[in-house]
């Protein structure tokens, strides 16, 4: 059985793995239809949940807090609004476009308990919305 060359074997996985990257990547913001008659995109979240608290991270570039909303609806955490070009970019010739762009909404399931404070904020392009966890 003849060695396989390392360089050969991990080039080829490294590219492996960008493709695989660069798929998801553009998976992740397509255009999916929201539950209204716009079209619309989903931003990617994470959810941290410890003891007292959960917090969820919806990254929106761009986004300014006021164009955001973020309400409890059942077992979800709804969070929408609006992102689109600044109007000095309006007129501009366009020779990329990756961030997404127009109307976006993601429902984010939570864990089952209570909740009596909410809290929101923008940090470095994110929004945070933190929920305490009732006694």
Not at 108 to 127: E, F, K, N, T
Request: hydrophobic letters at 45%.
């Amino acid at each position: 059985m003849a060695m396989r060359n390392p360089n050969d074997w991990m080039w080829a996985d490294a590219l492996g793995m960008i493709a695989r990257a660069e798929r998801l990547h553009r998976q992740m913001f397509q255009p999916t239809p929201a539950r209204s008659a716009h079209l619309g995109w989903e931003p990617p979240v994470d959810v941290l949940e410890t003891p007292t608290e959960v917090l969820i991270l919806a990254a929106l570039p761009g986004v300014a807090e006021g164009q955001v909303e973020a309400v409890i609806d059942g077992a979800e955490l709804v969070i929408s609004g609006v992102r689109a070009l600044p109007d000095a970019f309006r007129t501009a010739v366009i020779h990329r476009l990756e961030l997404p762009q127009g109307r976006f909404e993601r429902r984010v399931p939570l864990p089952a308990g209570r909740y009596d404070q909410v809290s929101r904020q923008m940090i470095d392009g994110c929004l945070a919305v933190t929920l305490h966890k009732s006694a």
